[in-house]
Nanobody, 114 residues
Framework: QLQASGGGLVQAGGSLTLSCAASRMFSSINDMGWHRQAPGKQRELVASISRGGTTHYAESVKGRFTISRADAEKKVYLQMTSLKNDDTAIYYC??????????WGKGTLVTVSS
């Protein structure tokens, strides 16, 4: 229902763009977001974007990551720059429907090497 892609291996200081596509079953999507889970840590919110375009970022990624969405394509993106070793994690996208249901993608691995 949600398919994330774009993860990979990148050197510290580099950039990656993640994308997440929602299937056609979603007639209307409200908030969308990206979370991540590093080894041995809890899943945390990285960034979110409302239907109206209001964004929210974790303090650790402010100024480095940008979330955006393309509603016609039912996609959400995460542009990541100045990547650090601490950004290594599995990144998950999620989407809320107008009914309050929260759907998750399977995750895509981002590995930042020094």
């Amino acid at each position: 229902q949600l398919q994330a892609s774009g993860g990979g291996l990148v050197q510290a200081g580099g950039s990656l763009t993640l994308s997440c596509a929602a299937s056609r079953m979603f007639s209307s999507i409200n908030d969308m977001g990206w979370h991540r889970q590093a080894p041995g840590k809890q899943r945390e919110l990285v960034a979110s974007i409302s239907r109206g375009g209001t964004t929210h970022y974790a303090e650790s990624v402010k100024g480095r990551f940008t979330i955006s969405r393309a509603d016609a394509e039912k996609k959400v993106y995460l542009q990541m720059t100045s990547l650090k070793n601490d950004d290594t994690a599995i990144y998950y996208c999620n989407a809320f429907t107008d009914y309050g249901e929260n759907y998750w993608g399977k995750g895509t691995l981002v590995t930042v090497s020094s």
